[in-house]
């Protein structure tokens, strides 16, 4: 049983987690201006870690022909046979159902835009098959999680969640471009899309610096029109500086470190960004 469990855990990468998390709770501590209930972080903590197995799990299932046939991917647990389909689907379901009950005890809007982030997570395995904007549909897939956190407490709209989902869209496909390079070539071969496969590499790096600059564009705003103060500064430009030097870790020519710049930097971004806010919040 525990062999089992390591297995689904590798299979949705569960320590990717620490990319949308921090901005679901990020979400949730700007509008209380401080910390909510537990039971409210519990769960928004719930419906994070079921909408993102539920899109991995997903994921896992509609791309395993094309998970076969790419050297990055043709060792994952379905490819080598240590799970079967009907066993993730299986689990698909039971990780859907605990982000609809958890969307269902947080408030009615939650439970209402549960079903909406439905249909990114079932779109965007698929996007790669007709469109080069798969890396923007995987963003706004994660970008339920800073205007899920801030609903799970306001129960409402405003601007500040709106600025803070679009530069989750800008911050993920900026890094989702910079690691589909290491697809390049299977991309080209089989004829599936991504913007390195469609415009270049060089173009493609313009594009991820363009996305993450709009990404701090963004968080900048939303310090001026939340009325936010220096800790929640001192996290945006450590993000910035971050995100510099994710860029200096990619080079035209040289794609041995995107596994580094994919996951230890942007795991960095996110949490030390939520720990600025709640900082800021707490004390302003």
């Known amino acids: 049983m525990l062999n089992k469990i390591k297995i689904f855990l590798d299979m949705i990468k569960f320590e990717h987690t620490v990319f949308a998390l921090p901005f679901a709770f990020m979400g949730a501590v700007l509008p209380e201006r401080g910390i ?35 050297p990055r991917t043709k060792n994952r647990p379905i490819q080598r046979g240590v799970i079967t389909k009907k066993q993730v689907f299986g689990f698909t379901v039971v990780s859907l159902a605990l982000f609809h009950f958890a969307a ?125 103060g220096w800790f929640y500064l001192a996290g945006v430009l450590l993000t910035g500086a971050a995100l510099f030097y994710e860029h200096t870790l990619v080079k035209s020519d040289d794609f041995s470190k995107v596994n580094a710049a994919f996951f230890n930097v942007n795991g960095m971004i996110s949490v030390a960004l939520f720990i600025f806010t709640m900082i800021d919040v707490i004390i302003y």
């Not at 994070?48 to 998970?67: K, P, Q, T, V």
């Open 104 to 228: 269902f005890m947080l408030n009615p809007l939650a439970f209402k835009l549960s079903f909406v982030a439905d249909g990114f997570l079932i779109l965007y395995p698929y996007t790669k098959r007709f469109t080069w904007a798969a890396h923007i549909v995987l963003g706004i897939c994660l970008s339920f999680a800073p205007i899920g956190g801030w609903i799970a407490v306001k129960g409402s709209f405003s601007i500040v969640p709106l600025l803070l989902m679009l530069s989750v869209i800008c911050w993920v496909s900026g890094f989702d471009i910079l690691y589909s390079l290491q697809d390049l070539k299977h991309d080209t071969e089989y004829g599936y899309f991504s913007i390195p496969a469609k415009l270049g590499i060089n173009n493609a790096l313009f594009l991820s610096r363009a996305a993450h600059f709009t990404m701090f564009a963004l968080l900048i705003a939303v310090m001026f029109i939340y009325n936010l």
């Open 36 to 70: 909510p209930s537990m039971l409210t972080m519990l769960y928004v903590l719930l419906a994070m870690i079921g909408a993102r197995s539920a899109g991995m799990s997903l994921n896992r299932l509609i791309d395993a022909e094309i998970d076969r046939c790419n």
